[in-house]
């Protein structure tokens, strides 16, 4: 069984910043990528960004520039930097992970919410 903890959403004026950090914990063998999701009401759960256990990225065109994701080498750690805050990036933020094994599969968690007001 894979959990995955996130923390440090919040609310935060237009232009601000936060930091999300999620922890994976539980049977993990052999992580592929790490990322950052989220879903606004009504809308899709859309990418954010991810990261690979070599440390290659990829961001939504949205957040390019902005935000920054980043793994602890060798931990089930991974964060998100979120700079330059804006109304649209509300959301609830889930932490994801795959496997080398089945790389299309994604462990999920539980989320955390984020408020940008303006």
């Known amino acids: 069984q894979v959990q995955l903890v996130e923390s440090g959403g919040g609310l935060v004026q237009a232009g601000g910043s936060l930091r999300l950090s999620c922890t994976a914990s539980?049977?993990?063998?052999?992580?592929?990528?790490m990322g950052w999701f989220r879903q606004a009401p009504g809308k899709q759960r859309d990418l954010v960004a991810t990261?690979?256990?070599?440390?290659?990225?990829n961001y939504a065109d949205s957040v390019k520039g902005r935000f920054t994701i980043s793994r602890v080498s060798g931990k089930s750690t991974v964060y998100l930097q979120m700079n330059s805050l804006k109304p649209e990036d509300t959301a609830v933020y889930y932490c994801?992970?795959?496997?080398?094994?089945?790389?299309?599969?994604?462990?999920w968690g539980q989320g955390t919410q984020v408020t940008v007001s303006s």
């Open positions: 539980g049977s993990i063998s052999g992580i592929n990528r």
């Open positions: 990261i690979t256990n070599g440390g290659s990225t």
């Open positions: 994801a992970l795959n496997t080398i094994r089945s790389p299309s599969t994604w462990y």
